[in-house]
């Protein structure tokens, strides 16, 4: 125990990681690289997952839902206990930022890697930290972080305050439990939505709130602190692209702000973690624009974006974390770190970006990733053949660059996510790339309602007729597949002979188009015209296509009828229609509203008996600790509900008695 704080310090040979996927194969790397032998636990729907293989040992605690398992306190002990562990380190999420799993390991005699109990009791509420931050001079959003959660008060105070204002859980983090009300008329119902996924996502429904700065970025400050009274700040990292108030893009350091900026905000969150005596690794958030920078929240815990800070510090943050939990000192003083080129991250999530980005479920067929070093990282905790199960976060893995400055980055990050091919679920890859690619992000010109404002844009919603060569590669990705799958050169269906010309007719999204064969190669003939090309595999999985005598290099997905292409020119989706085609796509009922996933019914949103337009709100599901929206398949009337809130249903159930105007014509 040290200074008057209680915590438990020393040195340790044996680590339990009391996480999943990715951050727990990270932090297993790190371990035994430092000569740690580690302990992985694995609930019942991750028997055979990456992390349980990598560890030294694994240990079963529970079945797959998270509250039986990963959540499960008692659980965690008794396996720490079990494996002779003498320290714990809970990764991020799940009971990371836990005061009452803190507390177990040091009654249980064992390290938590982390601060001091005292420390996250103090950010744990939102509203406690940003009163213990005034106290102490950093500079905070207008806002109420009072205790009285009657709605009339926080109504009250958010006119006071003045609109837009932002509903937060002040238990939360992850953009979970997050409304914007834009006025009064919006209030209640901002309010219900955040308390309700902030009770089922922390078990706790206060809520606070905030100015919504207009047009902000979102910068945060890595900090660190010792239990010899050192604490030191890793330079910021800039995450202003987010989505629903949850991070999409990270980059080190952030384009927005000066040397003296820089240093500025970098003292404020120095400052942060010294108010609650912080040891350990933690982040300290910022909301800024043009007038200032304000103190929204600390994460008493590793960031998931921590690898942008590694990239330009060279240093390794899991390590840091090691050597304090044993009592070391920090191994560099402020003066001696130093930050070098920049960096970004990105997050491959199993989601579906055309519908909203709903989480994708079911089993990795086919994994490819871009190769690492030269500046590329990938932190993952998947591979291929393992499932993606409605119980945890759709997170896939992490894609870190590194270059000399921030363009060699961008390039570099837009070359590897071509590079990545996950074939059985849908992944934002498409989206990311045509993110990074727009001229405004590439110049740093962005705010956190960025991608909000340019969504159907970067979705290829709405554009323009598809370039021919977008046709063709979307043909080349069809006859790859096709040679890829056939168990001899005598089942492949790409219609080579040896003598003459065959032709096959092709659909993509109702525009037809006709697929020539002959010896030398192809041609794609449709209403913009014949297109001669040519298709060769590389060994990344990508295709070289060659249209005369150029080519350029694409990246294909195809799981049955859709193909989602990425070119030179951006990404681009096709839903084919071809008598080879796979019967694994079923065309979308417009009289049929099913679950898209497994999940809870949380709130009915119409009557029965009303009409409804295509498009409306109908019901709110929760899944993967997410609410999602789900809409009304098309004009018609809803008769009735099929199942009632509270209701757990399975993915395809049919969840409403629709009757389409379609079906009455």
């Not at 001091?116 to 509420?125: D, G, L, N, Y």
């Not at 350091?253 to 010294?274: H, K, T, V």
């Not at 974390?321 to 080129?341: D, N, T, W, Y």
């Not at 970006?353 to 932190?379: A, E, Y």
Request: glycine residues 10%.
């Amino acid at each position: 125990m040290t200074g008057g704080q209680v915590r438990l310090e020393r040195r340790f040979d044996k680590l339990l990681i009391a996480n999943r996927g990715e951050i727990a194969c990270r932090i297993i790397r790190t371990a035994r690289r430092m000569g740690i032998a580690t302990v992985a636990v694995f609930s019942e729907a991750d028997r055979d997952s990456e992390h349980v293989s990598l560890a030294d040992e694994a240990i079963l605690i529970g079945p797959a839902p998270a509250a039986e398992s990963y959540l499960d306190i008692d659980r965690i002990i008794d396996a720490a206990r079990r494996t002779g562990a003498e320290a714990i380190h809970p990764g991020y999420g799940f009971l990371s930022e836990n005061e009452q799993f803190a507390l177990a390991c040091l009654a249980a005699g064992i390290i938590f890697v982390g601060p001091p109990v005292e420390a996250i009791r103090a950010m744990a509420s939102k509203s406690a930290a940003k009163m213990l931050m005034e106290k102490s001079g950093v500079p905070l959003v207008p806002g109420y972080h009072g205790v009285d959660q009657d709605p009339k008060t926080l109504a009250a105070a958010a006119e006071r305050i003045g609109f837009p204002v932002l509903v937060k859980a002040s238990a939360g983090g992850g953009g979970k439990g997050m409304r914007i009300a834009e006025d009064a008329a919006a209030m209640a119902g901002a309010i219900a939505a955040a308390k309700r996924e902030a009770k089922a996502a922390f078990g706790d429904d206060h809520v606070l709130i905030e100015k919504f700065v207009t047009r902000p970025r979102h910068i945060e400050v890595q900090i660190f602190g010792d239990t010899h009274g050192n604490i030191v700040s890793l330079f910021e990292r800039e995450c202003t692209l987010q989505r629903r108030h949850q991070k999409v893009v990270e980059e080190a350091p952030s384009p927005s702000l000066s040397e003296a900026e820089r240093e500025g905000i970098c003292a404020a969150a120095r400052a942060a973690g010294a108010a609650v005596g912080y040891t350990g690794a933690g982040t300290v958030e910022f909301v800024a624009n043009e007038e200032g920078f304000y103190f929204i929240e600390m994460n008493t815990r590793l960031q998931v974006e921590h690898p942008v800070t590694e990239a330009i510090t060279g240093l390794d943050l899991v390590e840091w974390q090691l050597r304090i939990a044993s009592g070391e000192q920090m191994p560099l003083k402020q003066h001696e770190i130093v930050r070098s080129g920049h960096a970004f991250e990105v997050r491959i999530y199993a989601e579906d970006p055309q519908t909203g980005f709903l989480p994708s479920i079911g089993r990795i067929r086919r994994w490819r990733q871009p190769s690492v070093g030269g500046g590329v990282r990938i932190d993952s905790g998947f591979r291929e053949g393992d499932t993606i199960t409605p119980h945890y976060d759709p997170m896939l893995a992490k894609l870190i660059v590194s270059g000399g400055d921030r363009l060699q980055a961008l390039d570099r990050l837009e070359d590897a996510l071509s590079g990545f091919q996950v074939v059985g679920l849908k992944t934002n890859v498409a989206f990311l790339r045509a993110l990074i690619a727009h001229p405004d992000v590439r110049a740093g010109r962005m705010d956190t309602g960025f991608i909000e404002r340019h969504l159907p844009l970067l979705l290829g919603q709405g554009e323009a007729e598809p370039d021919p060569r977008d046709l063709a590669a979307a043909t080349a990705a069809v006859i790859s597949d096709e040679r890829r799958a056939a168990a001899s050169p005598w089942e492949v269906a790409d219609g080579w002979m040896m003598v003459g010309q065959r032709r096959r007719r092709l659909v993509f999204d109702g525009a037809e188009a006709v697929l020539n064969y002959d010896r030398s190669g192809h041609s794609l003939t449709t209403e913009l015209g014949t297109l001669p090309f040519r298709v060769n595999a590389r060994p990344d999985g990508r295709l070289d296509v060659f249209y005369g005598d150029g080519k350029e290099v694409v990246a294909a997905i195809r799981s049955g009828c859709a193909i989602e292409i990425s070119t030179a020119r951006g990404s681009r989706s096709f839903t084919l229609s071809d008598p080879f085609a796979s019967s694994e796509a079923v065309a979308a009922d417009p009289g049929q509203l099913r679950a898209p996933m497994p999940g809870s019914i949380r709130q009915l949103l119409v009557s029965p008996g009303g009409r409804l337009k295509r498009g409306e709100p109908v019901l709110i599901m929760e899944a993967m600790k997410m609410e999602h929206t789900l809409n009304a398949p098309g004009d018609g009337t809803l008769n009735a509900f099929r199942y009632d809130v509270g209701d757990f249903v399975e993915e395809g159930t049919q969840l409403v008695e629709f009757e389409s105007d379609g079906a009455l014509a």
